[in-house]
């Protein structure tokens, strides 16, 4: 007769860390059997070689009931089970009791299991735990280096102050002497400005003095240049004796003579400081042609002009600043000048010859504003006109204007008159208004001047024998 306990297929043996010793076989179920007559042999088959020791480790209900199954399984090998298999109730308490212990064993194995995974999950704290702690000293070296480096850090930045402090008591040092530097500076400046004043002051006084001792040069050049003059006035006298550089011909003329034209580069040559250039015996060099020489020495001693235009005279003339003589030739050469132009009015100055073989005249000529124009001389009057084709003849403009003729002495001026351009309501000493589509113009007639167009052309008033030169000023009146 046997006695049948099914156990689970799972023991925990006690011990200081409670390992799960695995399964005894997989999915196995171990049977432990009592044999009649051998109550040693049945009593010790209850209980599985591992289960006395894996079960007093335990604690809480668990570690009860184990207790309680190790005492039942004791006490039942001490007992011989052989007189009490054979009593039924016997095998029902011991049925009974090995359901209770499968019972406790299946609880038994739950709770290792439970506990096998608490051990687990304190393993991998743990684990981490030693993970921490690896951290964490790792962390303790990176601080124990952070701190290493802190400090010496602090010493350098205890160096690096003391420095600090030496470069500023340097600094301060170098500040007291930049003070100091200053002021010797200033000083040194006042000094500078000083003496420069001085300086100023005997440049100042060498410069008057300087220019005080030109002028006394100049004026000791003049006086002795003076002197030399009046010398050589008194030797020469009042004659100028001269001779042409281009062909050696001599001769002399008052001095006086010359005195005519004060303003002429003859006059301020040769009767001024009396320094020109001389020949051997003293005679002053002339360059000029022996025929222009002849006009201009005419010219000066008589008042004469010559009756046909020369432009080579002309610009000798000029160049001697021949004032009257100039204005003579300039008379022989026929044309208008439009002069002082702007956009109020204009100067237009007409040299008319020949004016006794041709005694009717134009001259056309173009104005600032574009307007065609022309001067006209007859032997009734002087007298500007449009010409009967200019299409820009200004509508009802008023102009007032003012014509003079040159004479040799002066001028014969008519002051200024009135005119209205288009319709010419006030006509100034006109017989009778232009007739229409004529030219249409203004001027005077020579009964306004108290002479003839003949008188005007010839001597003595004429700038130049069988010339007239005309001027007409000419402004633009606001409406």
């Not at 079960?55 to 190790?70: F, I, M, N």
């Amino acid at each position: 007769m046997f006695l049948r306990v099914q156990c689970d297929n799972q023991f925990l043996t006690t011990g200081p860390k409670l390992k799960n010793l695995g399964p005894m076989a997989p999915h196995s179920k171990t049977w432990f059997g009592l044999r009649k007559g051998n109550p040693s042999k049945s009593t010790s088959a209850l209980v599985p070689p591992t289960a006395k020791s894996s079960t007093s480790g335990l604690s809480g209900p668990a570690g009860e009931e184990s207790a309680h199954v190790d005492r039942f399984l004791t006490t039942v090998s001490k007992v011989d089970a052989t007189p009490l298999v054979r009593d039924g109730r016997l095998h029902k308490q011991v049925e009974t009791r090995s359901d209770r212990v499968t019972k406790l064993w299946a609880e038994i194995g739950t709770l290792g299991r439970k506990l096998n995974d608490e051990m687990q999950e304190i393993e991998r704290s743990i684990e981490e735990l030693a993970r921490a702690r690896a951290q964490l000293g790792e962390v303790q070296s990176e601080a124990t280096s952070l701190r290493t480096e802190l400090a010496a850090a602090r010493r350098n930045g205890e160096r690096t102050e003391k420095e600090l402090a030496r470069a500023r008591a340097r600094l301060t040092e170098l500040k007291a002497e930049r003070g100091g530097l200053r002021a010797q500076v200033e000083t040194l400046e006042s000094k500078l400005a000083a003496e420069e004043k001085e300086k100023l002051e005997a440049a100042s006084k060498v410069a008057e003095l300087e220019s005080a001792l030109e002028i006394a040069r100049d004026a000791t050049a003049a006086l002795k240049g003076a002197a030399e003059a009046s010398a050589r006035r008194a030797r020469e006298g009042d004659r100028l004796h001269y001779v042409l550089a281009c062909n050696g011909q001599t001769g002399s003329i008052a001095r006086s003579i010359l005195a005519s034209e004060p303003e002429s580069l003859l006059y301020k040559t040769f009767c001024g400081e009396w320094d020109y250039a001389r020949d051997d015996s003293g005679r002053a060099i002339v360059t000029c042609h022996p025929d222009r020489w002849a006009a201009v020495l005419e010219h000066l001693t008589t008042g004469a002009v010559p009756k046909q235009r020369d432009s080579q005279l002309l610009e000798q003339a000029r160049f001697w600043n021949l004032q009257r003589l100039t204005s003579a030739l300039e008379a022989l050469t026929p044309g208008v000048v439009v002069s002082n132009a702007d956009s109020q009015g204009f100067t237009v100055r007409g040299t008319f010859v020949s004016v006794m073989n041709f005694s009717k005249q134009n001259l056309p000529f173009v104005t600032p504003q574009s307007h065609v124009m022309k001067l006209h001389i007859n032997e009734s009057g002087i007298w500007v006109y449009f010409q009967p084709d200019s299409d820009d003849i200004p509508a009802d403009a008023q102009l007032s204007y003012r014509c003079r003729v040159l004479v040799r002495d002066n001028s014969i001026v008519k002051d200024w008159s009135t005119a209205t351009c288009e319709k010419f309501k006030k006509y100034e000493s006109w017989e009778r208004p232009p007739a229409e589509g004529s030219e249409k113009g203004w001027g005077h007639t020579w009964r306004d001047w108290g002479h003839t167009l003949h008188q005007m052309a010839s001597e003595p008033l004429a700038l130049a024998h069988d010339s007239l030169v005309v001027e007409f000023e000419v402004r633009y009146l606001d409406e």
